[in-house]
């Protein structure tokens, strides 16, 4: 899986997966752009890379707002004048249950994880077009796929993704441009450490290879997928969560 | 360059067509043998190339090299 000067962009790489994939990716010889809404953590981060001595540029963007995605990738192809890898990562959540769910908590988390991810792709769209070449991933969830409750807005966007997903990838493959999606399980992030115990140890249970996900293992299925030896497949949902869900 | 030479030039270069085959009755999907993400790809390259925007329902209507340019020739007298 090597991916030598490619160019990818990573949404929401500040922490968590997001964190864990623009790693994997630098790691394999990628160029990184870094992205994500908070300018003191990104510069953090980008000095871990240098450390490492990976490639990587830091642009702060909010993706849920389109003339910051559009700049996000601008800034991408002035610096390196390519992008051959979108990581649509960037995700929140505002968890409540339905009775309880306000309009915001339902726009905040559809603009950023859905709404965002359409604004990065169509923004990349082109470029991948120009140059017969792109690997778009789209991190979804499998809750996307099997709901859970006390997460309607969460869900709906995952599962919106989804169906985003399998759109771009048969609007866009004879361009040679595939596009996959990513159902992480129960990783461990500080977006599941606010969980509560009861509810963690009852996830547990469900999982038959019994134990929690980590970022590393999200990050090794995307770097797969960015690579050219996924080639042939596109439109695709991958689930990465121990079992949990089998459709 | 005229106008004209432009047009079939983008044409020539988007669609990777042969500049014989760009004659003004020649329609792109059905003559040219383009896709419809090469058609807006040409609409697109057009708007960058003459500096126009071209909202969708023009865009629609240019399916020729004669209507392309005669399209773009009016566009850019209108904002002159």
Redesign the interface.
Known sequence: MDLKDKVAVVTGSTRGIGLAIARELAERGARVVLSGRNAERLQEVVEQFQKQAWTALAVQADVSQPEQAAQLIQKTLDKWGAVHILVNNAGITRDTLLLRMRDEDWDAVLNTNLKGAFHCTRAVA?PM?KQRYGRIINISSVVGLIGNAGQANYAASKGGLIAFTKSVAR??A??NITCNAVAPGYIETDMTEVLDEKVKQALLGQIPLGRLGNGKDVAHLVAFLASDLAAYITGQVINVDGGMVML | MSLEEKVKDIIVEKLGVEPDKVVPEARFIEDLGA?S?DTV?LV?AFEDEFNVEIPDEDAQEITTVKSAIDYLSKKIQSAE
């Open positions: 082109r077009m609007e866009l004879s361009r | 896709d993400l790809e697109m």
